[in-house]
């Protein structure tokens, strides 16, 4: 392969950028695009070395802002009817915007609260990043290797089973005051959501449909519950591997009958650029036509960024990400710090796959990070990138009054607008709290939204990360709001978009995850891959068959045809 350089524009780059920030990608490329929080343009004065941070991330999108597209809002209005609702659609549709939009509708139009309106997803990070928990931990499966017998025996309690068996209400075959937790999560809840559905198995979704109608008492699909799901089959499928091969949802026995429509977005979001967006199309498809092969030889060469700039890699396996991350973290020079998370005594190892925040961290000066909070709008987001550029204590920062350093003087001093909002308040309690303690916290040079020249240079002291656990209530531990950010797992980036990105194709093992890992990026001008193979696009050829005929019967069921013309 030719080995010259991508040489990246700044300006273009910035204009990408900043347009992506706040507009659907497809829409205009102005580079003027207002943000809520004005940022000043002088250059920051820091403690520490001079680095100029840079980032590969899109700021998070203030997405009240983003109306909703014709096909969008039909989706929204088919469970404001009451429907059971199934949509889909390729990466970036904005599917999990849609989401957040019905999320709200029931809270704030319905008044529904946590018991009656259930927010979950398969897995733990991802029922995080959609405000709910894991599907398993509401229902009350565990890990979901008893039988159904043995479930529902656990669940209503083994002296009302048989009655019940009989048909008799879990009222009246045993105590009600007396019911488990979980038993009482059944029978209250009355909406359903979950999200990246097409990493739930068949058989996982018949059990739970079973379930719902047994504790219920209710034969209607579901027991009743108005169910609301969301994903792509074409992106990462249910656990479990090549071997053992689960099914996917959409075959289970009892999905026809609870899933009523099935609604196909097809208007892509995060990428603008056709040339890109066709390529990813083939490689949801397995179809490596010569259009596809020409973008990945032309993508397979370094970016050149400009200084300061970086990519984030997608690697697929969770060993090579922090082995990378690991080796980046010992390049650097000097030792490095140790940040213990700390609070809820029922946390441990066994609930990390709910926390995005690590219980062990290690930081150096020079070390890249990923911020794990919202804190502004527009500016500092959840995925913003940084620079550890020294460490202090909240006391020094404070007594020394610095304007740049330590909340709330980097923030106050660094924008034209003072910021406000709940994120903010809570980093603001969470500094004061720290005046009284001798830890020296990582000072992290972040960019500033979309910019690629500004900074704000930020004091991370601890914060609390919260993960429901249905049985024991959310549970929380306190760490420094960052991960080391060199590389992070495709797994782990799904539902993410990505600015910079040099996805790394070698150890490729799921159907999907070529897919995934590509279409994070909202650039293709700041898109490196390596390792490429035809061997790493892997694809399920049953989900590929179920999306023709979703989409051969698109009028019927709003699919495509329909959908775009309503786009
Ligand atoms: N109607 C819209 N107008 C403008 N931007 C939109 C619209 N819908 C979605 N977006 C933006 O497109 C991007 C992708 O959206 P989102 O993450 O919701 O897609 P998704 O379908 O969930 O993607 P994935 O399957 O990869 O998780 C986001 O930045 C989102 O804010």
């Given at each position: 392969?030719?080995?010259?350089?991508?040489?990246?524009?700044?300006?273009?780059d910035?204009?990408?950028?900043?347009?992506?920030a706040?507009?659907?990608?497809?829409a205009?490329a102005?580079?003027?695009?207002?943000?809520p929080?004005?940022?000043k343009?002088?250059?920051?004065?820091?403690?520490g070395?001079?680095?100029?941070?840079?980032?590969?991330?899109?700021?998070?999108?203030?997405?009240?802002?983003?109306q909703?597209?014709?096909?969008?809002?039909?989706?929204?209005?088919?469970?404001?009817?009451?429907?059971?609702?199934f949509?889909?659609?390729?990466?970036?549709t904005?599917?999990?915007?849609?989401l957040?939009?019905?999320?709200?509708?029931?809270?704030?139009?319905?008044?529904?609260?946590?018991?009656?309106?259930?927010?979950?997803?398969?897995?733990?990070?991802?029922?995080?990043?959609?405000?709910?928990?894991?599907?398993?931990?509401?229902?009350?499966v565990?890990?979901?290797?008893?039988?159904?017998?043995?479930?529902?025996?656990?669940?209503?309690g083994a002296?009302?089973?048989?009655?019940?068996?009989?048909?008799?209400s879990?009222?009246?075959?045993g105590?009600?005051?007396?019911?488990?937790?979980?038993?009482?999560?059944?029978?209250?809840?009355?909406?359903?959501?979950?999200?990246e559905?097409?990493?739930?198995?068949?058989?996982?979704?018949?059990?739970?449909?079973?379930?719902a109608?047994?504790?219920?008492?209710?034969?209607?699909?579901?027991?009743?519950?108005?169910?609301?799901?969301?994903?792509?089959?074409?992106?990462?499928?249910?656990?479990?591997?090549?071997?053992?091969?689960?099914?996917?949802?959409?075959?289970?026995?009892?999905?026809?009958?609870?899933?009523?429509?099935?609604?196909?977005?097809?208007?892509?979001?995060?990428q603008?650029?056709?040339?890109?967006?066709?390529?990813?199309?083939?490689?949801?498809?397995?179809?490596?036509?010569?259009?596809?092969?020409?973008?990945?030889?032309a993508?397979?060469?370094?970016?050149?960024?400009?200084?300061?700039?970086?990519?984030?890699?997608?690697?697929?396996?969770?060993?090579?990400?922090?082995?990378r991350?690991?080796?980046?973290?010992?390049?650097?020079?000097?030792?490095?710090?140790?940040?213990?998370?700390?609070?809820d005594?029922?946390?441990?190892?066994?609930?990390?796959?709910?926390?995005?925040?690590?219980?062990?961290?290690?930081?150096?000066?020079?070390?890249?990070?990923?911020?794990?909070?919202?804190?502004?709008?527009?500016?500092?987001?959840?995925?913003?990138?940084g620079?550890?550029?020294?460490?202090?204590?909240?006391?020094?920062?404070?007594?020394?009054?610095?304007a740049?350093?330590?909340?709330?003087f980097?923030?106050?001093?660094?924008?034209?607008?003072?910021?406000?909002?709940?994120?903010?308040?809570?980093?603001?309690?969470?500094?004061y709290?720290?005046?009284?303690?001798?830890?020296?916290?990582?000072?992290?040079?972040?960019?500033?939204?979309?910019?690629?020249?500004?900074?704000?240079?930020?004091?991370?002291?601890a914060?609390?990360?919260?993960?429901?656990?249905?049985?024991?209530?959310?549970i929380?531990?306190?760490?420094?709001?960052?991960a080391?950010?060199y590389?992070?797992?495709?797994?782990?980036?799904q539902?993410?978009?990505?600015?910079?990105?040099?996805?790394?194709?070698?150890g490729?093992?799921?159907?999907?995850?070529?897919?995934?890992?590509l279409?994070r990026?909202a650039?293709p001008?700041?898109?490196?891959?390596?390792?490429?193979?035809?061997s790493?696009?892997?694809?399920?050829?049953v989900?590929?068959?179920?999306?023709?005929?979703?989409?051969?019967e698109?009028?019927?069921?709003?699919?495509?045809?329909?959908?775009?013309?309503?786009?």
């Open positions: 392969m030719e080995n010259k350089r991508i040489k990246l524009e700044t300006s273009v910035r204009c990408m950028t900043e347009s992506a706040a507009q659907p990608a497809h205009s102005s580079c003027a695009t207002p943000s929080v004005h940022v343009t002088e250059p920051s004065a820091t403690a070395p001079s680095t100029q941070t840079s980032s590969t991330e899109r700021p998070a999108a203030d997405s009240d802002a983003i909703l597209a014709p096909a969008q809002e039909q989706v929204l209005s088919r469970v404001k009817a009451g429907h059971n609702v949509f889909t659609g390729s990466a970036g904005g599917k999990s915007l849609v957040r939009r019905i999320v709200q509708y029931f809270r704030t139009e319905k008044n529904m609260s946590g018991d009656d309106l259930v927010v979950t997803a398969p897995t733990g990070l991802a029922g995080t990043n959609v405000g709910g928990g894991t599907l398993h931990s509401w229902a009350g565990g890990i979901n290797v008893e039988s159904l017998k043995q479930t529902l025996n656990n669940i209503v002296e009302r089973y048989p009655a019940m068996r009989d048909g008799v879990i009222f009246e075959a105590n009600p005051d007396a019911l488990g937790s979980s038993a009482k999560r059944w029978i209250q809840c009355k909406v359903l959501i979950i999200d559905v097409s990493m739930m198995a068949a058989s996982f979704f018949d059990k739970l449909e079973h379930m109608r047994f504790i219920r008492g209710n034969e209607q699909p579901f027991g009743g519950i108005q169910l609301i799901l969301s994903g792509d089959f074409l992106q990462l499928p249910p656990i479990g591997g090549a071997k053992s091969k689960p099914r996917f949802a959409f075959q289970a026995t009892s999905w026809p009958k609870c899933v009523e429509e099935p609604l196909l977005l097809s208007n892509v979001y995060r603008n650029d056709q040339a890109f967006l066709a390529v990813l199309n083939d490689i949801r498809r397995n179809v490596i036509s010569p259009r596809s092969l020409a973008f990945i030889k993508h397979s060469k370094p970016v050149e960024y400009p200084s300061g700039v970086w990519p984030v890699d997608l690697c697929a396996r969770k060993k090579t990400v922090q082995a991350n690991d080796k980046a973290l010992r390049g650097l020079a000097g030792s490095a710090r140790p940040f213990t998370s700390y609070g005594s029922r946390d441990g190892p066994h609930l990390d796959s709910l926390f995005t925040v690590q219980r062990e961290l290690s930081l150096k000066v020079g070390a890249r990070v990923m911020l794990l909070k919202n804190l502004v709008p527009n500016v500092l987001v959840n995925g913003s990138l620079e550890v550029i020294g460490f202090s204590t909240a006391a020094q920062v404070h007594s020394s009054g610095s740049t350093i330590g909340v709330p980097a923030l106050a001093g660094k924008f034209e607008s003072a910021p406000t909002g709940y994120a903010y308040q809570r980093y603001e309690k969470e500094f709290e720290c005046l009284q303690d001798y830890t020296e916290w990582p000072i992290v040079r972040f960019r500033c939204g979309s910019s690629t020249t500004e900074t704000v240079d930020i004091l991370c002291v914060h609390k990360f919260y993960a429901a656990h249905f049985d024991k209530g959310a929380w531990r306190k760490q420094v709001p960052l080391l950010a590389a992070i797992t495709i797994h782990k980036a539902g993410q978009t990505l600015e910079r990105v040099r996805v790394d194709l070698a490729i093992f799921e159907a999907g995850q070529c897919y995934v890992a279409s990026a650039n001008a700041c898109l490196e891959i390596v390792n490429w193979s035809e790493a696009v892997k694809i399920n050829n989900a590929v068959e179920w999306y023709r005929s979703l989409e051969a698109a009028p019927k069921c709003l699919g495509k045809r329909a959908m775009s013309e309503m786009n």
